[in-house]
C-alpha cells in the first residue's frame, strides 16, 4: 500500500515563490497546498490538518509573526519562516514565537527542501517515501494499512466512523481539531451533524480507548478536542 504523503502549506503574498517551493515540495513526494495571505492561511489551517507550515514574514492584513501566533494557540504543527528579513533580533522573534527554522531570501528552493526534510525526520521519523503506517499514543496502536486499533496490544473492535475519527485524533496528536475539522475528515456525509451528534460520537469513541480511566480525548472549551498521551 502506498504511504499517505505529507501535507505542506506554503504561505507567500508573492505566487511565484509559493509556486516555486509547491513544485520544488512536490518533487519529493509531498502534498502542497498554497496561501497567498495571513488570513487565508490560518482559514485553511482550521479546515484542514497540516504536517509542515513554511510561512513568508512580511505580508499584508495579517504577518507571519501573528500567523504563527494563532496556529500556536491551536497546533504544535512545525513552522519554517521564510523572509527577507535577516536581522539576528528578527530571527530570535520568529524562534520565540514558535518557529522551528528560519530561512532567509534570497534562498535555493533545493535548500528549503533540505531543511523541510530535516524538520519532518526531527519531528515524525520521515523515511523519505511517505508518513508512517502506524500510529502510537500511550497504550494505543493504530495499524493504518490494516484499519485496526491495539490497545495494550489487544484489538478494539471500532465502527468505520470511530476508525476515522481515531485516525483523525492519532495523526494530530497535541493540536485541537474543531467540530468542522472532525466532521471533514470521518463523516462521509453531505449533511452536517449537530453538536450533538458529534459528542455521542466522541464519548462512545472515549469509552472504548479509554486506560485504566484515563482519558487520550480532551474537551477544549470554546475550540474543539485535543488527543494528548496521557
Not at 83 to 104: E, F, H, Q, S, W
Not at 135 to 162: F, Q, W
Amino acid at each position: 500500500m502506498e504511504k499517505e504523503k505529507y501535507k505542506v502549506l506554503v504561505v507567500d503574498d508573492e505566487p511565484q515563490i509559493a509556486g516555486l517551493l509547491k513544485v520544488c515540495l512536490e518533487m519529493h513526494g509531498m502534498e502542497v497546498s498554497e496561501a497567498y495571505d495571513g488570513n487565508s492561511a490560518y482559514e485553511m489551517f482550521d479546515r484542514r490538518s497540516f504536517d509542515l507550515i513554511i510561512t513568508d514574514v512580511m505580508m499584508p492584513v495579517m504577518d507571519g509573526y501573528e500567523l504563527v501566533e494563532k496556529i500556536r494557540l491551536k497546533s504544535h504543527v512545525p513552522v519554517l519562516f521564510l523572509t527577507a528579513k535577516g536581522d539576528v533580533l528578527d530571527r530570535i522573534k520568529g524562534l520565540n514565537i514558535g518557529a522551528d527554522d528560519y530561512i532567509v531570501k534570497t534562498f535555493d528552493p533545493m535548500e528549503v527542501a533540505a531543511r523541510v526534510l530535516s524538520t519532518l525526520r526531527r519531528c515524525y521519523g520521515y523515511d523519505g517515501q511517505g508518513k508512517a503506517v502506524e500510529l502510537v499514543c500511550g497504550s494505543l496502536r493504530l495499524d493504518v494499512d490494516l484499519k485496526r486499533l491495539y490497545k495494550n496490544g489487544e484489538v478494539i473492535e471500532l465502527t468505520a466512523l470511530e476508525y476515522r475519527m481515531v485516525e483523525c485524533f492519532m495523526s494530530n496528536i497535541g493540536h485541537v481539531l474543531t467540530k468542522d475539522r472532525i466532521y471533514e475528515e470521518a463523516w462521509e456525509s453531505d449533511k452536517f451533524p449537530d453538536d450533538n451528534s458529534i459528542m455521542v460520537a466522541i464519548s462512545k469513541l472515549r469509552s472504548k480507548i479509554s486506560d485504566d480511566g484515563a482519558e487520550y480525548i480532551h474537551t477544549i472549551r470554546g475550540l474543539g478536542y485535543r488527543m494528548e498521551e496521557k
